[in-house]
């Protein structure tokens, strides 16, 4: 389906969801200890260690609050341009790049819950560019893919991501194409994470 270009307009994400309540709980994980931590640190005479987990607290606030003030996209005379949403600053995507696009239902890890995707694919049929109703609304899905301009398929059935897996490989994240690597990947730096905290918070003492 094409649509004649919208006017320029701003999409923003999260405005749907509590999303300040959740990034406050995440930040919560974090700053109780690392400031028990400080002030021991401090107190004991080893500004260094309190330096820097003063700085690790304040580069895990920013983690989970800078992408979520800045991102946005913005519906531009050309294309689309994003900010924020799969790099450190914007990233634009002409008209022109966009062979066509689609809509497609996929089932959660839970197996019961779903969430809608937008892909927009390049003429190899590889994604360049994706959106979920997790973190944008309907509405912005379409308003994105009516600008485009490219042809616009919607798949209503929801598919579990093996499926996709299977018959659309390409349009996937390479985490969602090697799960068990990413999972592994994932457990090892978050243990070697919060075991690099550990130890920072332990030195304190």
């Known amino acids: ?67 979520a003030l800045r991102i946005r996209t913005l519906l531009d005379p050309d294309g689309i341009t994003t900010y924020w949403t799969g790099r450190i600053g914007g990233a634009h995507l002409s008209r022109s790049q966009v062979a066509r696009a689609v809509i497609r239902t996929i089932y959660n890890g839970d197996g019961v819950s779903t969430n809608k995707h937008l892909f927009l694919l390049d003429s190899g049929d590889r994604a360049i560019h994706r959106m979920s109703d997790r973190w944008w609304t309907d509405e912005q899905l379409l308003a994105v893919a009516h600008h485009i301009g490219a042809k616009l398929e919607a798949l209503n059935q929801p598919v579990h991501l093996a499926e996709v897996r299977r018959t659309a490989r390409s349009q996937l994240l390479w985490s969602e194409r090697h799960r068990i690597t990413a999972t592994t990947v994932l457990v090892v730096v978050t243990f070697l994470l919060c075991l690099g905290f550990a130890a920072l918070c332990t030195g304190a003492l």
């Open 1 to 67: 389906m094409t649509t004649a270009p919208v006017a320029e307009r701003t999409l923003r994400p999260l405005r749907h969801l509590a999303w300040r309540t959740t990034a406050a709980g995440n930040i919560a994980l974090v700053v109780p200890g690392a400031a028990v931590a400080i002030v021991i640190a401090a107190q004991t005479g080893r500004p260094v260690i309190a330096g820097v987990i003063g700085l690790v607290s304040l580069v895990v606030a920013a983690i989970v609050i800078l992408p």
